[in-house]
DNA sequence: CAGAGCATACCAACTGGTCGGTATTTATGT
DNA sequence: ACATAAATACCGACCAGTTGGTATGCTCTG
C-alpha cells in the first residue's frame, strides 16, 4: 500500500513497538513512550495507525514478517535427514537464547496473555503468527515419522505446536528467574523428547 | 498479622485480583476495577496495600498459597510408584484445564511477563512461586530416578522446570487459539516424555 | 495544487495515590 | 463488668499527572 520511502516513521514505530513490547507488555507500553523511541511525533503515530490496538495487531504481523524471513533462510534447511531437520531447528532456538540482550523473547506470546479476553483482533494475530510458525515444522516432522516408518499415536502437528509451548514457557521461566540459562535446560530437554520419539532403540 | 475475622476487604482485593489480572494482565487492571469487583472502596484498598505494586506482590504469594495447599491434598501423593506419582501430578494439571472457564491460567505467569524488568518486586514473586512449585515435584522425580536404576545426563531439577515450563506454554497456546484443547495435546507430550525417560526399553 | 507524511497544540477521561474523617474492634484500667 | 482509650478497618471526595485520541496546519514530492 505504502512506499516507505527512506526509513518510514511507521517501520520505525513498528521496530520500536517490538523492542518495548517485549520488555513491558502492551498495555504498560503509551503511545507516548512508542513515539519518543521512534524519534516521531503523536501525529505520525495516528496517522499510520487509527489507534493503539491498531498498532498491537500491526506489530504482531510485522513480528511474523521478520522472524518468518530469519527461519525461512536459516542453513538447518539443507540437512537431509528430516529427524535431524527438526533437531536443527531446536538447535538454533538454543542458539538464539544467548542472542542479543534481552531480545530472545517472543512479542507475540508476551501480548496474547493481555489480549486473549479483551482484545480479539490482537489476540487473533499472535495465534497466526505462532500457529503458522508451527506449520513450518509440521512438514519436516511428517517427513521424519515417515522415514523412521512410524505410526505414532500422535500428529506432526501437536509434536510442532508442543515445541512451540516448550519454547514459550521456556521464555516465562527465564523471565522469572533472570536468567536465559534456565531455557536452555528445558530446550535440551525438548531435543531428548525428539530424539527418544525418533530413536529406533524403541520397541513394544 | 491479622485476624480477618469475616471476609476481609484485603482477602477480596486479592480474589479480585487473581480473576481480573488473569485475564487482562496487571498493567490493564486499574485500582478502581480491582476495588469495584471486591466491593471496596479505594480507600481500603490503600489501607492494605502502600501501592498497586505491592498488591501484585501479595497476589503472586496468596496464589502461591492457594494453589500450594490445593496441590498438597491432591491424591498422586498417594501413589506408590514414585514414577507413577510423577504421571498422577501431570494427569491432574491436564484435569485442571477442563476446570472453571477461563480459570485455568496462571497468575504467575501471566504477571512475570510484564513485570520481569519493570518490577523487581513482583518478578520475585512470581519467581518464588513458579520454582517454588517445581521443588514439589522435584523429591518424586528424584525418587523415579533412584527406584529405575537411571544415571541420567539431566538433574530432577530440570525436569521439573521442564514441567512447568510446558505448562505455561500450553497456557499461551490455549489462550491463542481460544481453545483449550490443544493444551491437552502439549501436555499429553509431556507425560509421553515422562514415560520414556523411565521406560525399561531404554538402552545404550 | 493535491495529497501523503508528519508536527504541534490540545482535550476529556482515566490513572495511581492522598487525606481527613468515621465506624468497628481490641486492649487496658478500674 | 464496664467505661474508655487506642488501634485497626474502612470510606469517599479530591488531586496532579498521564492516557489514548483529535484538530489543524505545515512541508515536502509528484
Redesign the interface.
Known sequence: MTNTKRVSARTKLLDAALSIVR??????TSVDELCKEAGVTKGAFFHHFDSKEALGVAAADHWSETTGAMFAAAPYHQIADPVERVLGYIQLRRDLLDGEE?EYTCL???M???A???NPAI?DA??TS??GHAETLEDDIQAAIVARGLTPD?TAK??A??T???????F??A????DRS??E??V??LA??IH??FSP????
Do not use: N, P
Open positions: 520488555r513491558k507488555g502492551f498495555a504498560a534481552a507475540v506470546g508476551t496474547v496473555q493481555e486473549y479476553t479483551s489476540r499472535c495465534k505462532i500457529f500422535w501437536s509434536l505446536l508442543h512451540q509451548a516448550v519454547l514459550q514457557g521456556a516465562i521461566l523471565k522469572a528467574s533472570g534456565v531455557a535446560g528445558m535440551d530437554h531428548r523428547y527418544l520419539l532403540a524403541k520397541k513394544v
